[in-house]
DNA sequence: GTTTACGATTTTGTATACAATTTTAGCGCA
DNA sequence: TGCGCTAAAATTGTATACAAAATCGTAAAC
């Protein structure tokens, strides 16, 4: 996520990107503490390298570093949720105006696909790959507006929501996101700008009301982080 | 910039800050390599802390890291520079706006100490420090409407804003952005969020127009460079 | 004279070693 | 039992050592 362009995998970015998807899968929890040996033993680096992934997703607010105490999981508080999804509402709906405008067919086929295998992965009950195809339909609109700095961003916030949804998600509502990327896709296909602008713009609004964003930073791993 | 809250300047952080800030002024011009050696001597420190240093700025884009080839200062494509803009201009308007309707009289004192020390290091001829002071004063406005998120992915533009200034600034239009920061100062004071908005507007779109911004990446270090 | 190949030097990538800080366990004492 | 203190263990911060890659200089070949 917003790495910077290595031409191959380096091993820090492998252990970064690894670490990253646990977390979005929520197998991750927010809190859990990330030791610098455990991590490398297990993928068999130095705990330089380990440092770097560790700084990079600290970067990324997906980790959060604590001078001489280690890194965590990140706990993203209401606050921050409420901002993410704020931030996301300032550049999402613009920028899938832009890519309404100037989206291809191909752009368009891949989008579909991105849909396809997230019904797929929905259907399969795979509600952790299902998310994270969410996301990158999400980042791939800002790709087609050939916005890359502003991809960057959406990439990190998309992230970012990822582990704020696994918090503060309420099981009521139903997962009904793939009706609203059916009508995006479909505004996007016909170049209806204004139409993916004000889709994009509810979308993000439906998301954010779909949360249940009321008080404390929901359940704590341990009764002594919870007194911390 | 967009440091991830350490409790004390630990040794990373203060190199990188220092580098930043030279990059700012401009001292260390785009495409000069960082050799991580030679860092590390000036600062008294081993090359572990200049890699983590050299990392983070790598983050926020001012410079750029090439695998086994080693750091340089960022040289901003034309392309990127526009998408930096064009980033600036969805967050920043909005963020004007949010922050007119909750600036408090401490803000607009704040934000008007800024503006003055930007006008006396004018006057005094330290462009680089009023450059500074300049892009300050955008991220504590962002500051002000409360939005820590937006805040910092504005922080990072300002700062990439600070690197495309060095490179693609044309002298002939005088620096005459304090005018406009005399403006919007005065639209937070009396709260009108409308004003603030059309004006952060135009003064990106002001400061993008006074850029020049036709072909290639400026000036390049080397002859290989430029062939590259 | 130009080009190509090869070796030496330099520089980065990673692992390991040591220092500093934090955490934890044990012990004494009220 | 509960509280506070001290020391040992564990963990992070930093420096150094070694491995791998790239760069540079030199020289040989055409």
């Known amino acids: 996520m917003q790495g910077q362009a290595d031409q191959r995998e380096s091993g820090s970015a492998r252990v970064a ?22 991590v490398g033993e297990i993928y068999g680096v130095s705990r330089t390298v380990v440092r770097a992934a560790l700084q990079e997703l600290a970067h990324d607010r997906l980790v959060e570093l604590k001078r001489n105490r280690g890194a965590f999981v990140a706990q993203p508080s209401v606050k921050e949720a409420r901002e993410v999804f704020e931030a996301r509402s300032l550049l999402e709906p613009r920028t899938a105006k832009s890519a309404a405008e100037r989206a291809t067919p191909e752009d368009i086929k891949i989008l579909q696909k991105h849909i396809d295998e997230e019904h797929a992965a929905l259907h399969a009950g795979d509600t952790g790959r299902a998310l994270h195809l969410s996301g990158m339909f999400h980042v791939e609109i800002a790709r087609i507006a050939d916005q890359s700095t502003v991809a960057e961003f959406i990439a990190q916030l998309v992230s970012r929501s990822s582990l704020i949804i696994a918090l503060y998600w309420q099981r009521r509502t139903a997962l009904c996101e793939s009706h609203a990327h059916d009508a995006l896709i479909k505004a996007l296909a016909r170049h209806d700008g204004a139409a993916a602008e004000e889709l994009m713009h509810h979308h993000l609004l439906d998301l954010l009301t779909s949360l249940d964003l009321r008080d404390q930073p929901s359940v ?9």
């Open 220 to 228: 704590p791993k341990s009764l002594k982080e919870a007194l911390n």
């Open 17 to 38: 990107e690894s670490l990253a998807i646990a977390i979005h899968e929520h197998r991750l929890s927010p809190g859990m503490k990330l030791s610098e040996d455990e």
